[in-house]
């Protein structure tokens, strides 16, 4: 018998968006504590556009590598 996997439900949805929340909130305090000549370089540089580009490169990668064959089918 194949099992089907569930798609995810508003749960997974907000458990999801309330770790990015909290991931970006941290972030935001961290680089509060930085120094201001750190914290300069950080918001006046391109940082987060490198991230934001080597994150969609990454997720465009895992998808177009697609998911394995399943051994059972």
Known sequence: ???????PGW???LLVAGALVTIVL??????SLL????QAAIFHAPI???I??????WV???????????PDR
């Open 11 to 13: 749960r997974e949805a």
């Open 35 to 38: 120094p201001t000549a750190v």
């Open 60 to 70: 465009l990668w895992r998808v177009a590598r697609g998911r394995p064959p399943d």
């Open 52 to 57: 934001l580009i080597v994150g969609t490169g």
């Open 48 to 50: 987060l556009i490198l």
């Open 1 to 7: 018998m194949v099992e089907t996997r569930s798609q």
């Open 26 to 31: 941290g972030a935001a305090v961290l680089t």
